[in-house]
């Protein structure tokens, strides 16, 4: 990175992080003609860049085209280096964003020092992101663990491999180890893997990999770990059940990153998870100063953590601030097939005049045709405002969409929730035939009429 010179440290936006949300705010704040300062004491580009979407991603695509793991690993290592060049320090300051590099320490009025030097701005927003939570398990201190950080720096395939965690980073990466034929075991302490999505994605995605030969474990809650003689790492449950790897990856969760940033000096108060505290316009609780990203536990997803970055550097000098919806920001968890979704799931949207309407990809005849016929969409519609849902359907309130195609498909259902449109509208808009997105057109039309035996029916 380059060091800023002594006359530029003032700004109008001044930017902790150089990850998603603070090149989002950045972005932001330069195209309104503000004049930026970001510190960022990493790489600029952040998790994502280096050690989340893109690695994990390209890893996943090079196993499902059956590379070998030396040259998965060899892929791995060119895409960061491809995508991380058009982010580094020399192209934003060209760009009029100029980085200093360092460790940001808050002070009072939201000013920053780094090294020694102090750096203000007129506002200041937040992004420092999160890192991998290891959790306090007796004996986990004595071995060596991997997590996202370290995993992608692998040179050599392990013979094994035990994940601890069985949300969307455990299972994704369980999936591709078990494509290069390493032996992999998954342990999720609730009852189901993915526990966020609906349940049915949740079975579906678990069968689809005990099927590609991962050994899933839910119910596992590992109770310590211990140093195998000869290398190797066992792990036991509270009923005695062991499972022996070679290598743990720990991916149970993410914890804020705020160490020494000295935030009660600038009045900046973080909640009960140790996250910082924000309104919905992701204002904090001291004047001037806002928070985006990961940071704030609100939704820990990069382009969610890019749209929180802009609309904070736009709400820092807004005289009328925008709030910021999490239930709007679809999310895909990578695996094969994929797992989509927007806004509420059944059970949490269940209620008065709440239908939901489930389409089988069996009965889409592009999944057909391509030989993916696992899963479905799921679309659940509410009533409008004031005229409820006697007209064109309702609204949709929540979307989920397991198959081959669902990260791009769920965006269609994502546009109808940010715009408040009719249900009807995604039935009668017309759809190019045979793609995965008519799986869509074909789910909502069951809002008006039955299909194949298959109707809209009240929320569970």
């Known amino acids: 990175m380059t060091a800023m010179t002594t006359t530029n440290r003032h700004a109008d936006l001044l930017i902790l992080g150089g990850?998603?949300?603070?090149?989002?705010?950045?972005?932001?704040?330069?195209?309104?003609?503000?004049?930026?300062?970001?510190?960022?004491?990493?790489?600029?580009?952040?998790?994502?860049?280096?050690?989340?979407?893109?690695?994990?991603?390209?890893?996943?695509?090079?196993?499902?085209?059956?590379?070998?793991?030396?040259?998965?690993?060899?892929?791995?290592?060119?895409?960061?280096?491809?995508?991380a060049a058009t982010e580094t320090a020399e192209v934003l300051a060209a760009e009029g964003i100029p980085v200093v590099d360092g460790w940001g320490r808050m002070r009072p009025g939201g000013a920053v020092e780094v090294a020694g030097t102090r750096f203000e701005g007129e506002r200041t927003i937040i992004a420092t992101g999160t890192a991998p939570r290891i959790p306090p398990l007796p004996g986990l201190e004595s071995v060596d663990v991997l997590t996202n950080e370290d995993l992608f720096d692998l040179r050599?395939?392990?013979?094994?491999?035990?994940?601890?965690?069985?949300?969307?980073?455990?299972?994704?990466?369980?999936?591709?180890?078990?494509?290069?034929?390493?032996p992999v075991t998954v342990l999720e302490a609730?009852?189901?893997?993915?526990?966020?999505?609906?349940?049915?994605?949740?079975?579906?995605?678990?069968?689809?990999?005990?099927?590609?030969g991962v050994d899933v474990r839910t119910g596992s809650r590992v109770e310590r770990v211990e140093k195998v003689d000869g290398?190797?790492?066992?792990?036991?449950?509270?009923?005695?059940?062991?499972?022996?790897?070679?290598?743990?990856?720990?991916?149970?969760?993410?914890?804020?990153?705020?160490?020494?940033?000295?935030l009660a000096a600038a009045g900046v108060r973080l909640d009960e998870r140790g996250y910082i505290a924000t309104s919905d316009d992701l204002s904090t609780s001291a004047e001037g100063i806002y928070a985006a990203g990961d940071i704030t536990g609100r939704v820990q997803l990069t382009h969610a953590a890019f749209e929180m970055g802009r609309l904070a550097a736009d709400n820092a000098f807004a005289r009328r601030a925008?709030?910021?919806?999490?239930?709007?920001?679809?999310?895909?968890?990578?695996?094969?097939?994929?797992?989509?979704?927007?806004?509420a799931v059944e059970r949490d949207a269940a209620g008065k005049n709440v239908r939901v309407a489930e389409w089988p990809m069996t009965a889409v005849d592009r999944a057909v045709t391509d030989g993916r016929t696992d899963g479905f969409v799921k679309l659940i519609s509410g009533p409008q405002p004031l005229i409820g849902n006697r007209v064109g359907g309702g609204r949709v309130v929540g979307a989920t969409i397991v198959a081959d195609r669902a990260g791009e498909m769920i965006h269609e259902p994502a546009l109808a929730m940010s715009t408040g449109m009719f249900t009807g509208r995604l039935a009668l808009t017309s759809h190019a035939y045979p793609t995965?997105?008519?799986?869509?057109?074909?789910?909502?039309?069951?809002?008006?009429?039955?299909?194949?035996?298959?109707?809209?029916?009240?929320a569970r």
């Open 322 to 343: 925008k709030r910021f919806d999490a239930g709007l920001v679809p999310q895909c968890v990578f695996t094969s097939p994929e797992v989509a979704r927007v806004g």
């Open 19 to 83: 990850g998603s949300a603070g090149l989002g705010a950045a972005m932001a704040a330069r195209h309104a003609g503000r004049s930026v300062l970001m510190v960022s004491a990493g790489p600029i580009g952040g998790d994502c860049t280096f050690t989340g979407c893109v690695p994990s991603k390209t890893l996943l695509a090079a196993s499902a085209q059956g590379a070998s793991f030396a040259d998965a690993m060899d892929r791995v290592r060119s895409t960061i280096d491809e995508i």
């Open 156 to 182: 050599e395939a392990p013979s094994s491999l035990a994940i601890l965690g069985g949300g969307p980073v455990g299972l994704e990466m369980a999936q591709a180890f078990a494509r290069f034929g390493i």
């Open 190 to 212: 609730e009852d189901r893997v993915l526990p966020r999505e609906e349940p049915e994605a949740s079975d579906l995605i678990a069968g689809v990999l005990r099927r590609d």
């Open 436 to 458: 995965w997105s008519m799986a869509v057109q074909q789910c909502a039309a069951l809002f008006f009429t039955e299909m194949q035996g298959r109707a809209a029916r009240p």
């Open 231 to 262: 290398g190797g790492i066992r792990l036991i449950d509270g009923d005695g059940t062991v499972v022996e790897a070679e290598q743990l990856l720990v991916a149970v969760g993410r914890r804020p990153v705020t160490d020494g940033m000295e």
